[in-house]
Structure formats: C-alpha cells, structure tokens
C-alpha cells in the first residue's frame, strides 16, 4: 500500500478587493487553512490524522491597516503592527477558517501593498516547526461610485456570520448565569432567526444547522438556569 502523504494549503480571500480611497473602510479577510491528501484516495471511514498541532498566522500590517476583531482564532500577541494569530490544531482532511475585521485607509486612488501574512505549523509527531515563505496582500482604492452597491464575497461573508455565533452564545451565556433569562434567551433566538433567513436565502444547510443549534440552546439553557416554576409556566 501506497503511503500518504499529507499537504497543507491556505487561502486569502477579502470581503471585497476594491475599496473607497480617501477614507476608513471596515473590510474582512477570510483565511482558509486545508489539509489535503497526496497519493491514493482516502478510503471511506478512514480515520483522520493530525498533522498540525500549532497552526500560527503571523501578520505585518501597513501603518494605515488597523486590526480590530479575530473570529475563529485567538490573539496571541499585537507589537506595533506585528500581529500573531494561533489557529489550532489542523487534521489531514479538515480545515480551518479565520477571519480578520480589519480598518482600512485612508490611502489614495490605487493598489497599495496592505498585510505581508505568514504561518507556520508544528509537526504532531516530529514536534519539528515549519515555516511557510510570506505572502503579500494588496487592496485597491477607487473613486468609482459604484462601490456602495458592491456586495461582500458570499464565502466570505458566511464565514463571518458563522464564526460570530459562537461569541455571541457566550455572551447570551453569561446573561443567563447573571439570571437575566429574557434577554439570553432573546439574544440566541434573534440570531437564531437570522441564521434561518440567511438559510432561506442561500438554500445553505449550514445555516439551517445554526439556526436549529441556536433555538435547541435557548431552550436548553432557560430551562437550566431559571427556576424551576418559572420553566413550567413557559413549557406549558
């Protein structure tokens, strides 16, 4: 039998590739980390292997760049505008997304050089640290008009909606540790019928999952922090 053989591929994709010149933009870039399989197809029920035990996203932001949120990635350090991102443990069938918001601007009319992005990975088994040659990310700034209508990229834009979720269960969480049940239950179902619109519109079923875990979770989590009369009175 043929050994495998294990890659790792990553992407950049930004919310949108033209931005205003002249101004402060929000704008967001998803990171998509792979692991791809060399040689002979994966036979079904193969187990999955983890080929990544520390994933890391080192970046170098141009002055005007601004980070303001990470989703789906934890902060490990911030020096001037050096920034590091730990991302986690990565199989060799799975994949990992992060996505950064980020202030861009102002700078004028043109394509500007924003984020040189690096990362780097240690082997599970070799504990050997592997460093990937950077790569250089650029924006261009327009005067067009047109770029109010411009929609976000879809992919782009789902990996946000879906790695907001879990911040937003832990805050609904600790409002119903704080006893106040009303308003963890309405922040959970609020996002929850988002997330079913949003699986409306697309026809996506990732969304409908979400929309379905949220609603599941708000009525879980009433039922475990309030009283047990008031969960009653609601259920009846």
Known sequence: MDALRSDLNSDFTWSTNRVAAGGVTQIFLLVEWRGGIQGPSRHKGMKSHQIAEHVQLDLQLEEPIQLTNVYGGI????????????????SDNGSKQV?????????????????????????????????????????????????????????????????????????????????????????????????????????????????ETLYRLSTLYFGTFSPIDTYKRKVE
Not at 75 to 90: E, K, N, W
């Open 75 to 90: 902060l490990d350090s911030r020096m001037g505008q050096h920034i590091t991102v730990s991302i986690g443990p990565l």
């Open 99 to 211: 996505v950064l918001e980020l202030l861009a601007g102002p700078y004028r009319s043109g394509i500007y050089p924003v984020i040189t992005a690096g990362w780097s990975y240690r082997d599970r088994d070799t504990l050997q640290v592997t460093n990937f040659p950077s790569y250089t990310l650029q924006l261009q700034f327009s005067n067009h008009t047109d770029l109010r209508s411009r929609k976000p990229d879809e992919r782009v834009e789902k990996a946000l909606r879906l790695l907001q979720n879990p911040l937003i269960l832990d805050e609904a969480e600790q409002l119903f540790k704080q006893g106040d049940l009303e308003a963890g239950e309405s922040m959970l179902r609020r996002r929850a019928d988002e997330m079913m619109l949003c699986a409306l519109r697309a026809d996506d079923e990732d969304y409908l999952k979400e929309a």
